[in-house]
Structure formats: C-alpha cells, structure tokens
C-alpha cells in the first residue's frame, strides 16, 4: 500500500511550480499524494491531514515565513493527537535555518536546489515507502 502524503502550500504564496514538482515526483515513485493548492491555512493543513490519514505532510514556502508555519503546523498536529504525522519543509530557505526547523519538529528540510531524487529517498525513509524502483 502506497504511503500518504498532503503536500501544502500555506500563508499568502501563491507560486506553486515548485510543490506541483515534487508533487509529481512522489506519485511517480508511486506515494499517493494529495494537493492541497495555494494560500491554506494552518488549520486547513492539520485538518487535511487528519482526515486524510496522512503519513507525512510536506510544506512548501517560499515567502521567508518558514520558521513560524512549520512550528505552527507542528504544533497544531501535536493538539489533533497526530504528532506521529512526519513534517517536512522545502522551498526558499536559508541554510542557517535548517537546524531551526529542525528544532521546530521538522522531520527533514529541503532547500531550493535540493535534488529530486534525494526528496524521494527522504520521504520513503520518512514514511517506510521503498522508493528503489
């Protein structure tokens, strides 16, 4: 059975090239993604998530708000009861701030750049989905 994932754009970024991607990317290695599309809000992700029954919810931002929505959404995950949901963030981030993110409950980031291949090898670890082929 293919591993869950909810990939989300939230707060006011309204460019999505990069989270249609990765999006394509997972669901060619056969995870079954779902889309959430632009301007969500963090209680629209956790809730998503929720129903969803998700193994793993991706964030894609690129508007420098990285830090607070990834703890936000952490944090709200935590209060649903599905702190067991992995959170992971890519887009426009500063390598500075990973270890940040990291300390916010993101499971893992992925910076602009980051190769595709090494998004899927990371979330199929992350999830227990075999990504080899």
Known sequence: MPARV???KPG???HDRGAKIVARA???ARFEVIYT???KRVDEIVTAAVQEDVALVGLSILSGAHLSLTARVVERLRAAGAG???V???GTIPRADVPRLREAGAAAVFPTGTA???LVAEIGRLTG???SG
Request: aromatic share 0%.
């Open 6 to 8: 909810l990939i989300a």
């Open 129 to 131: 989905q075999d990504t």
């Open 116 to 118: 595709l291949d090494v």
């Open 84 to 86: 067991d949901i992995a």
């Open 37 to 39: 599309g632009i301007r």
């Open 88 to 90: 992971v963030v890519g």
């Open 26 to 28: 997972l669901r060619d």
């Open 12 to 14: 006011l970024d309204g």
